[in-house]
């Protein structure tokens, strides 16, 4: 059974860094996409980036340029660096797995199948 695990959130102020962390248990094939979601408080799940084992990229247009998704397969740990950080960045924010293949990695959440249970950014 595969388990996702998130970390790293806390309170920030604006314009400051986090970085998020996500390790797997359990298998998940390195071909499968994985990717962050966040949730503000009263709002939709959104994709905020994922990242497959090309490895490609894919970024919401509100922090390309801002947040950085990488992976370490090795350490089955998925990371979000989060940098000039805003109010509007405040969310609970979650890590996902896809269970099949896609190319590029899907940034909506239909397509994943395995979730944590998500850590919470504050930006004040």
């Known amino acids: 059974q595969v388990q996702l695990v998130e970390s790293g959130g806390g309170s920030v102020q604006a314009g400051g860094s986090l970085r998020l962390s996500c390790v797997a248990s359990g298998y998940i094939p390195s071909k499968y996409s994985m990717g962050w979601f966040r949730q503000p408080p009263g709002k939709e799940r959104e994709g905020v980036a994922c990242v497959n084992t090309l490895p490609s990229t894919r970024y919401a247009d509100s922090v390309k340029g801002r947040f950085t998704i990488s992976k370490d397969n090795a350490k089955n740990t998925l990371y979000l660096e989060m940098n000039s950080l805003k109010p509007e960045d405040t969310a609970m924010y979650y890590c996902?797995?896809?269970?099949?293949?896609?190319?590029?990695?899907?940034?909506?959440?239909?397509?994943?199948?395995?979730w944590g249970q998500g850590t919470q950014v504050t930006v004040s």
């Open positions: 996902a797995a896809t269970r099949t293949i896609w190319n590029p990695c899907p940034i909506s959440r239909a397509e994943y199948y395995y």
